[in-house]
């Protein structure tokens, strides 16, 4: 009885795993690398879209413009602070996300 086991198709998948670690680590390097660039990009973006949902925001209620201004805030002073722009991305979104969800709602 023959019964050996093939390990192509784990070997396949794990490298497929590296490879996609690879990658995203990559992105994170070239983007740190290049930070004085995306920082004021990032900021652009994030203050313009915290711009008019703090517009919307402000007929509404208090908390609503709360929840746009310290999520702006943060992300303008994780720039200041030159945090790793990995923390820095993640905020960004995080405050479009809000900001986007006020506008909405």
Known sequence: MNTTIHSDAINI???????GTQTLSTFWERLENKRFGF????????????????AVAVNESVLKLAIVSLSTTLVEGLVLAVMPMR??????????????LIIAF
């Open 13 to 19: 998948s794990a490298q497929g795993v590296e490879a």
């Open 39 to 54: 920082a004021p990009m990032i900021l652009v973006a994030v203050v313009c879209v915290s711009g008019f949902a703090a």
């Open 87 to 100: 923390t820095i991305t993640i905020a960004s979104i995080v405050s479009v996300i809000l900001s986007a």
